[in-house]
């Protein structure tokens, strides 16, 4: 869990540094407006990985994870959810939604885009913390988008999935 901790808060969580005189905390990447769209939900599909099997959303205020809803994986579950069968071999799932009105309020159509670079930005920060701490990363490509908005809770358009991406130890 300690692993997944890292990853998460210089990904995409708050700093230890602050700026301005309210000393408003950074976040690990850079948003557009600073609207912050993404969201990042966490399925833990293995029991070995430390923590338990089922569906969490980072809280990044907190830097914790809240439960959605506990529940085991089976391969079949898997191979529903993701279009690669080695989908199986990963003990995680990051997947990060954009929920576009926090940037269109501001920036209209251009949210869209601001929104796929700052999940850009987020995936970088996996890949690059995972490596450290010797995790292997792989984005997804090959998902299932409604399955997983099925899944989230989630409508596909007011908060839609960006990015997916599997994590190993």
Request: proline share 2%.
């Amino acid at each position: 869990a300690s692993d997944l901790s890292v990853v998460l808060k210089y990904s995409s969580g708050l700093q230890d540094k602050a700026r301005g005189q309210d000393g408003v905390k950074l976040r690990a990447q850079p948003s557009g407006g600073a609207r912050f769209p993404l969201e990042v939900y966490v399925l833990s599909l293995k029991k070995e990985n430390g923590v338990t099997p089922g569906i969490y959303h980072y809280n990044v205020r907190k830097h914790g994870l809240d439960t959605l809803r506990v529940r085991n994986f089976s391969n079949e579950d898997i191979a529903h959810l993701f279009t690669y069968p080695w989908a199986n071999n990963c003990s995680m799932a990051l997947i990060i939604t954009a929920v576009f009105h926090r940037g269109a309020m501001k920036y209209g159509e251009r949210a869209y885009r601001y929104a796929m670079l700052e999940a850009g930005h987020v995936g970088q920060g996996v890949y690059l913390t995972g490596a450290s701490c010797g995790v292997g990363v792989t984005g997804m490509g090959g998902t299932r988008d409604e399955a997983l908005h099925n899944l989230l809770d989630i409508d596909g358009t007011q908060e839609s999935l960006v990015y997916a991406l599997m994590l190993s130890k």
